[in-house]
Nanobody, 116 residues
Framework: QVQLVESGGGSVQFGGSLRLSCAAPGFTLSSYAMSWYRRAPGKERELVATITSTGRSTMYTDSVKGRFTISRDNAKSTVYLQMNNLKPDDTAVYYC?????????WGQGTQVTVSS
C-alpha cells in the first residue's frame, strides 16, 4: 500500500499563501490519481482538488477555484497544493489521497490555520 506523507501546513494570516506537499517515499505515484481533501472543525470531509495520474487534468471545488493549484512531479513521487489568498474558511486539516491500481491510500493530514 502506498504510504503518503503530507507537509507544509502551518498558520498564516488572511490573504497569505502556503504550499502543501504529499510525498510517497519509496513508491511510484505515476499510476495514481491524487486528491487533496480537507476537514474543518465540525464539518464533513470535503474534496478540494484532484489531478489525474498524468497531470493533464485537474478539478477543484468551487470555493478554491482561482486560489488553489494542484500539481504533481511524478519523478519525485510528490503532489503539491499551492494555496494563495487564504481565507479563515480554509482552516482545516488537509489530507492527501491516492487512488489507482485498485488501491486507495490516505496521508496522516497536515493542519492549516488561517487567521483574520
Amino acid at each position: 500500500q502506498v504510504q503518503l506523507v503530507e507537509s507544509g501546513g502551518g498558520s498564516v494570516q488572511f490573504g497569505g499563501s502556503l504550499r502543501l506537499s504529499c510525498a510517497a517515499p519509496g513508491f511510484t505515484l505515476s499510476s495514481y490519481a491524487m486528491s487533496w481533501y480537507r476537514r474543518a472543525p465540525g464539518k464533513e470531509r470535503e474534496l478540494v482538488a484532484t489531478i489525474t495520474s498524468t497531470g493533464r487534468s485537474t478539478m477543484y471545488t468551487d470555493s478554491v477555484k482561482g486560489r488553489f493549484t494542484i500539481s504533481r512531479d511524478n519523478a519525485k513521487s510528490t503532489v503539491y497544493l499551492q494555496m494563495n489568498n487564504l481565507k479563515p474558511d480554509d482552516t482545516a486539516v488537509y489530507y492527501c489521497y491516492a487512488f489507482g491500481l485498485g488501491q486507495t491510500s490516505w496521508g496522516q493530514g497536515t493542519q492549516v490555520t488561517v487567521s483574520s
